[in-house]
């Protein structure tokens, strides 16, 4: 079993920066492909970044440049700094997790390759 647990969401105005923050428990972390994912009304859900057990990251074009995934084996965490943000970068973030064989390019953007998210932490652009 995975449980993972996210947060760091809240209001933050555009051009802001924010950082979610992510702790699995019940398996061993290293051996986890990370992601976040958003889900906003509208849009559905999409991957906007992941990163791969061995620290390969993948960025959704829309967000490549502002955002940064990293992950911290040591602590078993996973962040998401999001900077310069946008009011359609609203929405609510999950933390998701494979321990997949197979995870490439195609599998990392993919949300249904995530068996294990996390509860939500939402997070509203907006002056």
């Known amino acids: 079993q995975v449980q993972l647990v996210d947060s760091g969401g809240g209001l933050v105005q555009p051009g802001g920066s924010l950082r979610l923050s992510c702790a699995a428990s019940?398996?061993?972390?290293?051996?986890?492909?990370m992601a976040w994912i958003r889900q906003a009304p509208g849009k559905g859900r999409e991957v906007v970044a992941a990163?791969?057990?061995?620290?390969?990251?993948y960025y959704r074009d829309a967000v490549k440049g502002r955002f940064t995934i990293s992950r911290d084996n040591t602590k078993n965490t996973v962040s998401l700094l999001m900077s310069s943000l946008k009011p359609e970068d609203t929405a609510a973030y999950y933390c998701?997790?494979?321990?997949?064989?197979?995870?490439?390019?195609?599998?990392?953007?993919?949300?249904?390759?995530?068996?294990?998210w996390g509860q939500g932490t939402h997070v509203t652009v907006s002056s």
């Open positions: 998701a997790g494979s321990s997949a064989s197979v995870y490439d390019v195609l599998a990392a953007m993919e949300f249904s390759s995530y068996p294990y």
């Open positions: 019940g398996r061993a972390f290293s051996g986890l492909h």
């Open positions: 990163i791969s057990s061995s620290g390969v990251t």
